[in-house]
């Protein structure tokens, strides 16, 4: 009976996974910045958000930021606000919105647009000095941006 139900629960989290429509980051719909709609409808992992902020391959976040919890990450920055705190100071649609293109809340914001792919101006081909060609991809996945907002909100 107990591995029926845990199968049948499994297989009912699998078939909400299948049907999460992920919002293209041109369908993202912006509110005074904050995005109230999940990019997924998959619940972000807080443990895999904090793995994006910190790893330098990915989000990065700590090369602005400061955040207490990754003090074993060396090298935090400063140019960007003390992420302690984050779950407290924005809800969880502000933090999405922030996450995906900051400039849509903070018009002067120097974070990069996340979940962004088009409206660029002089978009290089990574360091080669060359423009880029083809379609862009957004820095993040649109899961990789809930997992990001799960973990911020677990800053309180």
Sequence with gaps: MKRTTITLV?????????????????????????????LTGV???????????????????VACHEIT????????????????GAGDRWSEAELRGIVANA?????????????????FTRLGNAYTGKAHEGEVE???TAQQIEDVVAYLMTLQ
């Design 10 to 38: 499994a297989l009912l989290a699998g078939l909400g996974m299948a049907n999460a429509e992920t919002v293209a980051p041109a369908d993202v719909t912006y509110e005074e910045g904050a995005v109230a709609q999940s």
């Design 43 to 61: 619940a972000g992992n807080p443990a895999e958000g904090a793995k994006v902020v910190s790893t330098k391959s990915l989000g990065n976040c």
């Design 69 to 84: 919890d990754l003090a074993d990450v060396p090298f935090h920055g400063e140019v960007g606000p003390l992420l302690d």
């Design 103 to 119: 400039k849509m809340m903070f018009e002067d914001s120097m974070m990069p647009s996340f979940y962004k792919t088009d409206g």
């Design 138 to 140: 957004p820095l993040l």
